[in-house]
């Protein structure tokens, strides 16, 4: 059984600069692909960045381009999105999700953390 634990949200000024953590425990993570999407009140949960396990490619939505990295820690199963530069219209809760290579949807998700950007 895969599960996802997030950690690292709050609440933070424009300007700020948050990093969420995703702890991974189950599967087998050289297989998974990982990804941050991120839900805002009243809108559909939308793509925010992703990462191979193992060749570590990367993905970054237009929106969060030049701000926001993900990356992973082998030694620590844990997948890292830091947020640089936060704006208000980053307030959302953000859940990582993994899901098996070649698959379109996310298999697993974690419980969701608030990131919250005040101006």
């Known amino acids: 059984q895969v599960q996802l634990v997030e950690s690292g949200g709050g609440l933070v000024q424009a300007g700020g600069s948050l990093r969420l953590s995703c702890a991974v425990s189950g599967g087998r993570l050289d297989l998974f692909v990982m990804g941050w999407l991120r839900q805002a009140p009243g809108k559909e949960r939308e793509f925010v960045a992703a990462?191979?396990?193992?060749?570590?490619?990367?993905s970054i939505a237009d929106s969060v381009k030049g701000r926001f990295t993900i990356s992973r820690d082998n030694m620590r199963n844990t997948v890292y999105l830091q947020m640089y530069d936060l704006k208000p219209e980053d307030t959302a809760v953000f859940y990582c999700?993994?899901?098996?290579?070649?698959?379109?949807?996310?298999?697993?998700w974690g419980q969701g953390t608030q990131v919250t950007v005040s101006s």
């Open positions: 999700g993994a899901k098996r290579r070649g698959n379109r949807a996310y298999d697993w």
């Open positions: 990462i191979t396990w193992s060749e570590m490619r990367t």
